[in-house]
């Protein structure tokens, strides 16, 4: 069958590095359709991907959108809102919005840190396990089984606890409970594929695992791992806010979390006006953030894997 | 059938005996003098050492003196008679401690646990019942965005607008302090004021998961032919809705609602936090403060335990009411 071949090493040509051409074509492909998943956006998903680039935007220029410093007083101490400071200082008089704009870059870190990690390296350890089997996948499937009823929370204020306090130590905690979801769904994947014919003829023509695991596996699961990802991000935001509002956070980088727990650990603040800026806005920021990612995923599930319908 | 349990029951030993092993482990694993920091309130005052003999007695009170294996295995004894350590900061058996807190988190989740299940199957029977009509889709949205927002944020804004704002309910605590009670009723009220708020953040944030999926499986009962030999009868749409498809839509929530306490528990550690209510989640926020360790570990491992338990449970449950499993 010469076509086949034909087919494998056409397809192989298109994807070497060395062709500027052949790139730029693609990264524009890309970009089409990405521009069509998210024309077919209902109202909500659009809305949502707004407020998350609003965020990744304020994350990114964080110095320049805020005119005072993030971790210096800058005017009087539990101000309002208005003169000068747009959404009021905290109790050490540090402006808010600075703050916000620096907690949205330390909450977007956390957040792709922890999906990066759990996401890619759940989904390689499905993958594997599912493409090799036997003892490896009948331990790497108990080990699920048990991560899947411990309650992850109070662990991961264990681990948190034990660790100390810091960005790298709270990605790490968060990515060992969050590998689980991509693993399960990568490993399912593969023991689909493993049966498919296509899969077969490659393997009878000679394609070793490493050929497989780029050209076809990859490709496949690739778009249900990265929605997953975008899924783990909200979650490990909502965590490390859980764990800074417990006072687990890194007290050098504040984030959303943080600045809640201050403004909770406030004396009083129940009984004054403080709360409607000082908690208020890092409570819609977060939950923006939140709710955003969740609903975005929720669009991008059902663009990735056709079977999900409501 | 009793074999699969045996079987389930097998499994879920072998986890928990991974939950007291890691528990063992990760103090010993972590580097560091424990007694480095036993007698300084904080880590810059450290230079307040200990002097050799009372390292040396500290060292043989807690057995670290001891090889590895058989501090596991005293380990493993204490436990098994209860005692779980004693707290550094408080002065009292953790047992102890922990024991006089948990009735308040389980009273919380497990209230949550029941109203969510109830609110949001009704809720969902009812979206299902009249799919695409507007109660339908207004409910659905609704759902979706509350079921996203994490509880701690959503106690946290019901505590600020219900409790500080307009003042209808207490801001923390469980019960109110040196009251006069009356009556038995109005202590059992008091209880009640106190424990709505947290509960509703619970509630609503869970209410989410039950909805779609109790929408989602009436959708597909409704569908099922004996549904059509029931419309056929002529049956009221109430006695369909819920004797008929009710029952068999009920499954898959079962199991959902045992297999999501994990993650409610996590909730309830943060509400409880939000409204000081006095169950074990305030308990690990003030001994993480302290860096109380034993304390931390006794929580954490009597939160496991009780969540595997309520999942074997639920399995043992599930194969009661569906004839499908068990046989």
């Not at chain 1, 306090?165 to 693993?183: D, E, G, K, R, T």
């Not at chain 1, 000679?206 to 783990?232: D, S, T």
């Not at chain 1, 600045?259 to 709360?275: C, D, L, P, R, V």
């Not at chain 2, 049956?235 to 297999?259: D, E, G, M, Q, S």
């Amino acid at each position: 069958m010469p076509e086949i071949t034909d087919l494998m090493e056409t397809g192989q040509d298109s994807t070497l590095p060395g062709a500027p051409g052949a790139l730029a074509a693609k990264a524009l492909d890309f970009l089409r359709k990405t521009a069509k998943i998210i024309k077919n956006f209902s109202l909500l998903g659009k809305l949502s991907l707004a407020v998350i680039i609003f965020f990744i935007v304020l994350a990114v220029f964080a110095p320049y959108v805020s005119a005072y410093p993030y971790n210096l007083p800058s005017g009087k101490s539990l101000a309002p809102p208005g003169g000068g400071h747009p959404l009021g200082t905290d109790d050490l008089g540090i402006d808010i919005w600075a703050q916000l704009c620096r907690g949205a870059k330390i909450s977007l870190i956390v957040g792709l840190g922890t999906a990066l990690l759990a996401g890619l390296g759940g989904g390689l350890l499905g993958i594997i396990s599912g493409y090799v089997g036997g003892i490896l996948d009948k331990f790497l499937m108990r080990l699920i089984d048990i991560m899947l009823v411990i309650p992850d929370f109070p662990v991961m204020i264990l681990l948190a606890a034990f660790l100390g306090p810091s960005l790298i130590n709270i990605i790490i905690v968060l990515a060992l409970f969050s590998w689980v979801s991509s693993a399960r769904i990568a490993r399912s994947q593969i023991l689909m594929l493993k049966e498919k014919t296509y899969i077969k003829s490659a393997e009878l023509y000679g394609a070793g695992a490493w050929y497989l695991m780029w050209k076809h596996f990859l490709p496949e699961i690739f778009p249900l791992i990265a929605v997953q990802m975008i899924r783990l991000t909200g979650r490990a935001i909502i965590s490390e806010a859980g764990l800074s509002f417990l006072g687990l956070g890194d007290p050098t980088s504040k984030s959303w979390g943080l600045i809640i727990h201050y403004a909770t650990s406030f004396k009083g603040i129940y009984f004054t006006e403080f709360w409607k800026w000082w908690l208020l806005y890092p409570w819609l920021f977060l939950t923006a953030m939140v709710t955003s990612l969740a609903f975005i995923s929720r669009e991008l599930e059902q663009v990735a894997d056709p079977r999900v319908k409501r | 059938m009793r074999q699969k349990t045996r079987m389930r029951l097998i499994e879920y030993a072998i986890t928990i005996w991974v939950v007291i092993t890691l528990n063992f482990l990760l103090p010993r694993l972590i580097p560091g003098d424990p007694f480095l920091v036993l007698t300084s309130q904080s880590a810059e005052d450290e230079e307040i050492v200990l002097s050799e003999e009372q390292r040396e007695f500290l060292f043989h009170y807690y057995g670290l003196d001891q090889p590895v294996y058989k501090q596991y295995f005293i380990y493993l004894g204490e436990l098994f008679r209860g005692n779980m350590g004693f707290s550094v900061y408080y002065k009292q058996p953790v047992s102890h401690i922990v024991m006089h807190r948990l009735p308040w988190t389980v009273f919380m989740v497990l209230s949550s646990v029941i109203l969510s299940t109830l609110i949001g199957t009704i809720l969902g029977c009812f979206s299902a019942w009249r799919r695409e009509k507007w109660v339908d889709k207004f409910l659905f949205l609704f759902m979706i965005f509350f079921s996203e927002i994490p509880s701690f944020l959503l106690g946290l804004i019901l505590l600020f607008v219900f409790a500080a704002g307009l003042g209808l309910f207490p801001l923390a605590g469980a019960v109110t302090h040196f009251a006069d009670f009356q009556s038995g009723w109005e202590k059992a009220w008091d209880v009640l004021h106190h424990a709505f708020l947290p509960i509703a953040a619970l509630t609503i944030s869970h209410l989410g998961g039950t909805y779609l999926l109790g929408r989602n499986s009436m959708t597909t009962v409704l569908e099922k032919d004996y549904l059509r030999t029931a419309w056929a009868k002529g049956l009221p749409k109430k006695r369909v809705i819920f004797r008929h498809a009710l029952k068999n839509a009920l499954l898959p929530i079962v199991t959902r609602v045992f297999l999501s306490l994990g993650s409610l528990v996590g909730g309830a550690i943060l509400v409880e936090n939000v409204f000081s209510y006095p169950g074990l989640g305030t308990l690990m926020r003030e001994s993480v403060r302290v860096q109380d360790y034993p304390v931390i570990q006794g929580i954490f491992l009597v939160v496991t335990v009780c969540v595997l338990l309520a999942n074997f449970l639920a399995d043992v449950v599930y194969r009661k009411i569906d004839p499908r499993v068990g046989s």
